[in-house]
């Protein structure tokens, strides 16, 4: 079983819906992640959280709006979303304090196939 | 700039060979690590390896070693003895640490290369 949980696995939207997206991790890491994987593009770094406060985001479109309640959960609530938004849509989390944070890898949940229509 | 290069884009091996996917980077920073993650079809990033800038030694994990030649910034994947589950994407990545903040964090990823490993 995966340390990061993302709910739906896919979902089917169409332009003028409001839908979340769910991550949950049970690692005990205190950073999260969003990032967004399109075809033929590398990972897009979207949002990151570090101790429940975001901390950066990438110029990414307001109809996209993260939200982290704690350290252990993670959404992207989507509303007015375009086609090209569908993509695949990765949670993560690492460990961002302490003297191994720099080697900490990501570990990423299996992503959620979102399809915009 | 692209900061991570992967320049194969697809890549055939047959079972039990070796195979080195090839992955260069771009930094000014003399502090930074590099990590490997593999992607099968499910969709998971599945962290593989891991190369610190002032590791005097190359990161070996398992099957899984790490060709790390800094004065070329390149970082290439050796998978030894490779078994069919090791088709999949493999992806490489970057963090520079003098970044302040989430910049500190994030990963920087490049294009990926499909594996495809041959019975």
């Known amino acids: 079983e995966t340390g990061v949980t993302q709910t739906p696995r896919h979902l089917v939207m169409g332009m003028t819906n409001k839908k979340s997206l769910k991550c949950e991790q049970h690692?005990?890491?205190?950073?999260m992640y969003w990032y967004k994987q399109s075809a033929k593009k590398p990972l897009e770094l979207m949002f990151v959280?570090?101790?429940?406060?975001?901390?950066e985001n990438n110029s990414v479109p307001s109809r996209f709006s993260p939200e982290c309640p704690n350290s252990s959960h993670l959404f992207l609530h989507l509303h007015t979303l375009q086609p090209e938004d569908s993509a695949l849509y990765l949670c993560?989390?690492?460990?961002?304090?302490?003297?191994?944070?720099?080697?900490?890898?990501?570990?990423f949940g299996n992503g959620t196939r979102l399809t915009v229509t | 700039a692209q900061k991570i290069t992967q320049t194969q884009p697809g890549m055939f091996v047959q079972e039990k060979e070796a195979v080195t996917l090839d992955c260069t980077y771009d930094?000014?920073?003399?502090?930074?690590?590099l990590f490997w993650y593999k992607q099968p079809s499910s969709g998971e990033m599945i962290f593989l390896i891991y190369?610190?800038?002032?590791?005097?030694q190359n990161a070996t994990e398992g099957r899984y070693s790490l060709n790390f030649q800094k004065a070329r910034k390149s970082a290439n994947l050796v998978i030894s003895a490779s078994q069919l589950g090791d088709s999949a994407m493999y992806f490489c990545?970057?963090?520079?640490?003098?970044?302040?903040?989430?910049?500190?964090?994030?990963?920087?990823f490049g294009k990926g290369t499909k594996l495809s490993v041959i019975p």
């Open positions: 930094t000014s920073d003399p502090s930074y690590g």
């Open positions: 959280y570090s101790l429940e406060e975001r901390v």
């Open positions: 190369q610190g800038s002032y590791d005097q």
């Open positions: 993560a989390s690492s460990q961002a304090t302490g003297t191994s944070s720099y080697n900490s890898p990501l570990h």
């Open positions: 690692l005990g890491h205190n950073a």
């Open positions: 990545a970057m963090r520079e640490f003098s970044y302040s903040g989430a910049g500190s964090y994030q990963l920087t």
